[in-house]
């Protein structure tokens, strides 16, 4: 497509606590291989670090980078403000520790215009930086980690359920009202899922990837899991038939592990047979995870994958219903047409 027909493009960006990585991920924007008009819209949780600092440095250094608040520090609400103050037909989400590949968006114009899709995406290509974050990367990355989404394992492209951040039609946003705010976590799921139930197409590519930082440690990602489990649950109560096998695999495996303990506390050894198991299968599906890692990073990816697992379960399994309840309560649009 000649240049001066490419679309021109808005990059929103919900930022919360994110000075080690918000500037390369800017640079990562505005360094992209792509000749159509560029903006990116940054909104600014309640942080704590050098992160509002740093985004005013943007601004002042480069015309194309803008700011909105967001005093709730939530991400949906920080997703649609920065929506909302932005006016491009093809809308980008990136988060604050996410680094677009150098075509990126060249590629999710063009996938766009292809496919006929509401939202294109990728992979989530995790990539750490000390040991534990490459066990989680490893972690994140492997079949026995996170199932067989597409955009954590790879694959063919094709239509999905869901992807990761995902480059959208600004038309398919406000048709669906951008994002539910009630929901803390799995917004991009839910939102999908709408697109999906409307008609539109979610469409995933292998040639799109942003690098992600895992989080720093195991208490960091217990809670990122936790949340993760918690909310995907909400969605299961929200829209009905959107659970599937793979969504129940870790609650099962919580409460399997559970029963298991307590049987062989008080009735027989047999008992620790069920943890146990589960301990060497995850020893075991981290082998092949780890190929190529040190020995000490690949030492802790069976702790990630534990982690990851029993904290998705269990939040999935302690998900308040009064959640479900109040994100009823708020089915409002909250983008609307420009």
Known sequence: ???????????????????????????????????GETEVVIALGPSTDRTDEIAAELVAEDPRV????????????????????????????VDGHGMLSPDYIATAVR??????????????????????????????????????????????AAPAETVYLGVFRREALEQQGGYN?????????????????AGGLIWFSPELKVSYRPRPSVRALAKQY???GRWRHVVARFHQ??????????????????????????????????????????????????????VTARLRIPVALATMHMSWGWGFLTSPRALAKKVIASRRPAVMAQ
């Open 181 to 197: 705010e009630e929901f803390i976590r799995a917004q991009d799921w839910e939102l999908n899922f709408r697109i999906r139930e």
């Open 241 to 294: 038939g959107s659970i599937n096998l793979r969504y129940l695999a870790p609650p099962t495996a919580v409460v399997a592990i559970a029963a298991g303990i307590v049987l062989g506390v008080a009735v027989t050894p047999w008992g620790f047979v069920i943890p146990g198991g589960y301990l060497a299968a995850i020893a075991a599906g981290s082998l092949p995870a780890g190929k190529g890692l040190p």
């Open 1 to 35: 497509m000649p240049p001066h027909q490419l679309p021109a493009v808005s990059v929103i960006m919900p930022v919360l606590n994110e000075e080690r990585h918000l500037r390369n991920a800017v640079r990562h924007i505005l360094e992209q291989e792509y000749d």
């Open 111 to 156: 996938l766009l215009e292809e496919t006929g899709a509401q939202n294109v995406g990728g992979l989530m290509h995790a990539e750490g930086e000390n040991d534990w974050e490459k066990a989680v990367a490893a972690a994140m990355t492997s079949k026995i980690g996170v199932g067989n989404a597409a955009f954590h394992t790879g694959g063919e």
């Open 226 to 228: 936790k949340d993760y």
């Open 66 to 93: 803008h700011t909105v608040p967001n005093p709730t520090g939530r991400t949906p609400a920080a997703l649609n403000a920065a929506i909302k103050a932005s006016r491009h037909p093809v809308v980008v989400r």
